[in-house]
């Protein structure tokens, strides 16, 4: 039942997503998660062959920013998701780079990957809050991370849940309760469940399968979306957005106020998200 909503959701969510980055905040929010990305691609990268796996890569479109910000190094990339409809427009999307190979798989089974083969991980937009068992998805990427390999992982954050739910949804007892206690959130009627993390379980699940959660990165932890900017159509603009767009000093000084502190252990829970940074 779970699978056939997701699927469900994935197929239309697929058709949209790419112009999200035009829109202020979540332009903003890409542009942080980019540089993230790159600054541990900066300190892993030596000159050889280098794998990259897209866990949950949904339609691509972070492996073509990857692509296009490390032309002439020796990357290779695998494109990962479950859902035959992203991985169809992900094709689509990279079709002519033949440095990226295309797999089907459950991030609970990574059974198709090489273990050790794997230099960094990354996974975006936080795929591990839609999955059954996140402790089988973080043993997974351990089994296949070479030794001093790193894993971003990005889950939906626990605190943000709670807050959104008092502030904008004024939650009943009953799902704050549920949310609090088991720390699953139901956005809208479109998705199920979905898992909330703090930086404080994501350390729990490295420690329960031998991966090291160095630290992490809360995105973003002061810039906040409004309602506008959750149209999944991507047609509406919210006022943060419109200055987002309209304001480049605004633009830069938020982007700068953001990577300055998104790492601070006492800020990182402020996040919308999460990104824990494993090694192993």
């Not at 295309?102 to 230099?119: M, R, V, W």
């Amino acid at each position: 039942m779970k699978k056939d909503i997701l699927t469900s959701f994935f197929d239309k969510y697929s058709k949209n997503v790419d112009n999200a980055d035009s829109l202020g905040f979540w332009k903003l929010s890409d542009a942080i998660i980019e540089s993230i990305i790159q600054k541990h691609i900066d300190k892993l990268y030596d000159g050889k062959e280098f794998m990259i796996l897209d866990a949950g890569c949904g339609t691509g479109r972070w492996i073509k920013k990857i692509i296009n910000k490390n032309k002439g190094k020796k990357i290779k990339f695998i494109a990962y998701d479950l859902f035959d409809s992203m991985l169809n427009k992900a094709k689509e999307n990279l079709q002519g780079y033949d440095n990226v190979k295309f797999i089907k798989g459950d991030l609970q089974d990574i059974n198709l990957i090489e273990d050790n083969s794997i230099d960094l991980c990354i996974s975006i937009y936080s795929p591990i809050s839609f999955v059954d068992n996140s402790s089988l998805v973080i043993g997974q990427i351990k089994k296949i991370l070479k030794i001093n390999g790193e894993a971003l992982i990005m889950g939906h954050a626990f605190h943000n849940a709670i807050d959104s739910k008092i502030n904008n949804y004024m939650a009943d007892k009953e799902e704050l309760s549920k949310l609090n206690n088991e720390q699953l959130v139901k956005w809208n009627d479109m998705l199920p469940y979905l898992n909330t993390y703090s930086i404080e379980t994501f350390e729990e699940l490295g420690k329960q399968n031998g991966l090291n959660c160095v630290g992490g990165y809360g995105v973003t932890i002061y810039l906040k979306p409004q309602n506008e900017d959750w149209d999944p159509n991507n047609s509406q603009k919210s006022k943060i957005s419109l200055k987002l767009e309209e304001d480049k000093d605004f633009f830069n000084e938020i982007y700068s106020l953001e990577m300055e502190n998104n790492s601070n252990k006492t800020l990182v829970n402020r996040g919308l998200n999460i990104l824990a940074f494993y090694k192993k």
